[in-house]
């Protein structure tokens, strides 16, 4: 981060709410223009390269170097946060190079991350992709000895023991059984096997929705979305590795309020931008990739 400084910054697209930067992040978090902003995200979203152990074409590292390389974004994202405020990394999973074994590479850099910003762990989150294609190819469909790897983590630190969240903001429909439930007013009360003891009244208090949990569910193969179709009729090629947009409206819902400012420094095919935006809260976000960029605005093109 520390030669980044030289780095030429520029806004490439802005919109009612928020501004796309063209810039590596680590340029970006040591300039003048991120000043502006530090001491005022109340969530920094963000999905960093996969500490993978081969070369993809959007720019991971690989292998030891992806360790420190993230560790060095702690400080840095951590001034950019309001009193407050949380950071949530979404990270998937690594394999050994040539072995049917997986790599301890992203355990290793998240918890040199933690250290490095003396952050807290909130909350781990399992976010599930259904139809997410097998994976590693090798051993999932050639000698057939792993079950495909159709997961990644999402990880929420902050400074402080106690970030502002609500999860009322992400309710979930209740199911049919519950609903008739709430509807019958009938329920067996009293004391469970697990020593637990039931209230009628506290279980039967309709709440507008239930809880969520902390697996998350979503697919992301639609060809027609707006994104698609937009990439299409520019010529230009989709990013490989598109957030979930479910999965950024949740955390945009669940750890913010509407005005609140979101960042992702790592933004893609600013779907966290794109989500902000919807939902009525202010973004900045951050992309070195100019045909990423130039394909990201078709999110905001109606």
């Known amino acids: 981060m520390k030669s980044a400084q030289k780095q030429n910054i520029a806004c490439a697209y802005s919109t009612q709410r928020g501004k796309m930067y063209r810039a590596l992040a680590e340029g970006f978090l040591c300039s003048k223009i991120a000043n502006k902003y530090r001491g005022k995200v109340q969530l920094l979203f963000t999905s960093p390269p996969f500490p993978l152990n081969r070369k993809k074409k959007y720019g991971n590292l690989t292998g030891s170097q992806y360790r420190e390389w993230l560790a060095e974004f702690a400080p840095a994202f951590q001034k950019m946060l309001a009193p407050g405020g949380s950071i949530v990394l979404e990270l998937g999973n690594a394999w050994e190079p040539g072995r049917p074994i997986m790599s301890t ?103 507008g929705g239930s809880i969520p949990s902390n697996v998350l569910s979503f697919s992301n193969t639609s060809s027609i979305d707006q994104y698609q179709v937009y990439c299409r009729r520019k010529g230009l090629k989709a990013h490989p590795a598109r957030m979930q947009s479910g999965l950024v409206e949740f955390f945009i819902k669940f750890l913010t309020r509407p005005d609140d400012l979101v960042f992702d420094p790592f933004a893609g095919s600013n779907t966290t931008g794109a989500m902000a935006e919807s939902l009525g809260r202010k973004w900045i976000s951050v992309e070195a990739n100019r045909d990423y960029i130039r394909g990201s605005r078709g999110r905001f093109t109606s």
């Open 105 to 207: 590479l992203a355990m290793e850099a998240l918890l040199a991350f933690k250290t490095k910003g003396n952050l807290r762990l909130i909350q781990q989150f399992v976010a599930h992709n259904p139809a997410r294609l097998p994976s590693p190819a090798q051993w999932v469909n050639v000698e057939r000895i792993r079950v495909k790897d159709s997961f990644t983590h999402l990880w929420w630190f902050a400074p402080s023991d106690r970030p502002y969240a609500d999860n009322r903001r992400v309710l979930q429909s209740y199911s049919d059984s519950m609903k008739e439930l709430l509807r019958s007013r009938r329920y067996n009360s009293g004391k469970r096997p697990s020593g637990h003891k039931v209230g009628k009244e506290s279980f039967l208090k309709n709440n």
